[in-house]
């Protein structure tokens, strides 16, 4: 506001400026008795020195009892004559011309602290004051986020402006600001959700990388699915199921199987088998792939409508409030140049009333921006709810395509390899092997074959194993879609 005053001469506070101030401030039985003889400062303990064209602070240490004082609307270029007042509680220094955070070392019972709108470009010598609670520092020069970091130890800090300064612009600053301020509940006039403080706290807790690489994370969101160098099919949910890889993992530690594969039918059986089971895991993984994709594009237009909703929602704002201050601008400048108190009276009664409209139309912009995000969030659960529900559904037994599934193969490839196993044993018993090819047959073969208990558990416990990996394998896509 202290560019209203350009054609005004600056002033240094003063005993006749603290006098009138303090008798503006008494009650009117008590301006009199103020007027006829000096007051006692020591027991003022409020002070109101805005719009007072002050380029200097001085000549206060006399108030030592203040609690709180208000220079706002000045041309105060540095903080300073401030060390005796160590009482006070609340001190406006916004729409000045400051450009350091200094003078505050003895302020220790400050609980309410405005600097906004100044030229400050750090956050910093605020250490002594343990008490503060509320601190707007917005529309300054602040641009290096971190700086933030050192509020930290200001232990009961509740609510932070920060708006308008360059780093507000930055990706992540909200989340990173909340992160490092854990006990804040209003910052940049809204309130901080205590689920995302549990959240970022939670990661953070988890690793000793730095915030921003947790942040990162967060700022993905419930289904942004972008990678940072990991595969495609990782994000899909259908790794390993890309062309053998499902079936050497079932079959790549099974010894028995590949010791049996010296009897020819077995060889045969073997040899048919991995092409239909690899056949059956590539359409599964394609299948993944597709509804990957689904899930993408959802997310994709859920996340360019709410930037839609929230910019012309922003836009809007910026359109009164900047109709706003040019109305109240020329009223301002009318109300300088009024004539008479009732032309004055009048001015400032229609601002009053401006600023209730103002009020009005940007809580009714809040009201809508609400019920727009509302419903696009209901639309986005449902149709989520679809995609992810679809994906279960067809992956709850590992995708039955053509009424086939993985488990139908595996349970038909032990039952072949049962009846051929029990078909040579019968005919080792009956001895019925061709003498040429019983000799073929390996020790360990034959090993194998001696004791039908043995052969019969071993194939399948084996068997066993594998419906395992499969059921695993089912398990694994499903807990992540649904953490999804």
Request: aromatic letters at 8%; glycine letters at 4%; a negative charge.
């Amino acid at each position: 506001m202290s560019q209203f005053f350009s054609n005004v001469e600056p002033n240094i506070i003063d005993d006749e400026m603290i006098q009138k101030a303090i008798e503006e401030k008494c009650p009117e039985d008590l301006g009199d008795l103020a007027r006829q003889q000096n007051t006692n400062v020591k027991v003022v303990t409020e002070l109101q020195l805005s719009f007072k064209s002050i380029l200097q602070i001085a000549n206060l240490w006399p108030l030592e009892n203040l609690t709180k004082l208000q220079l706002d609307n000045n041309f105060i270029e540095k903080i300073e004559g401030l060390e005796s007042l160590v009482h006070l509680v609340w001190l406006d220094l916004s729409f000045n011309n400051i450009e350091v955070i200094e003078g505050l070392d003895t302020l220790a019972k400050l609980q309410d602290l405005s600097l906004y709108s100044n030229r400050i470009s750090k956050i910093e010598h605020m250490d002594t004051l343990q008490e503060l609670q509320i601190f707007s520092i917005g529309r300054n020069n602040l641009t290096i986020l971190e700086d933030v970091v050192c509020l930290r130890r200001l232990k009961n800090l509740r609510t932070l402006n920060l708006s308008g300064n360059p780093f507000c612009s930055k990706e992540h600053y909200r989340l990173f600001v909340v992160a490092h301020l854990p006990n804040l509940v209003y910052l940049d006039f809204k309130l901080v959700r205590h689920s995302t403080v549990r959240f970022l706290h939670s990661l953070i807790g988890k690793s000793g990388n730095s915030i921003l690489q947790s942040l990162c994370f967060v700022a993905l969101g419930a289904g942004s699915l972008q990678k940072s160098g990991s595969q495609k099919h990782t994000t899909a949910f259908v790794e390993y199921l890309n062309g053998s890889l499902l079936f050497d993992n079932l079959y790549g530690e099974d010894r028995e199987v590949a010791t049996l594969a010296s009897i020819p039918a077995v060889e045969d059986l073997l040899q048919a088998y991995p092409s239909w089971f690899v056949l059956l895991s590539e359409n599964l993984y394609n299948y993944g792939l597709e509804e990957y994709e689904k899930r993408e594009t959802e997310v994709s237009k859920f996340y360019k409508r709410f930037h839609e909703i929230l910019t012309v929602n922003q836009q809007e704002s910026k359109r009164i409030i900047s109709d706003f201050e040019s109305h109240n601008q020329r009223r301002l400048d009318e109300l300088y140049q009024a004539g008479s108190d009732d032309i004055a009276e009048s001015k400032r009664a229609q601002g009053k009333e401006d600023v209730h409209q103002l009020w009005d139309a940007l809580m009714t912009l809040e009201v809508l921006v609400s019920n727009d995000l509302e419903e696009l969030l209901q639309d986005f659960k449902r149709s989520i709810d679809v995609i992810a529900s679809t994906f279960i559904e067809t992956i709850q037994g590992i995708y039955p395509f053509h009424s086939i599934q993985c488990r139908d193969l595996e349970n038909e490839q032990h039952e072949k390899l049962m009846e051929i196993i029990n078909a040579t044993m019968k005919k080792l018993e009956e001895e019925e092997f061709e003498e040429n090819l019983e000799d073929d047959l390996p020790d360990d073969v034959r090993k194998l074959l001696m004791d039908k208990n043995t052969i019969v558990n071993t194939i399948n416990m084996s068997h066993h194993i594998r419906l395992q990996k499969i059921d695993k394998r089912e398990s694994d896509m499903l807990c992540n879609i649904y953490k999804w």
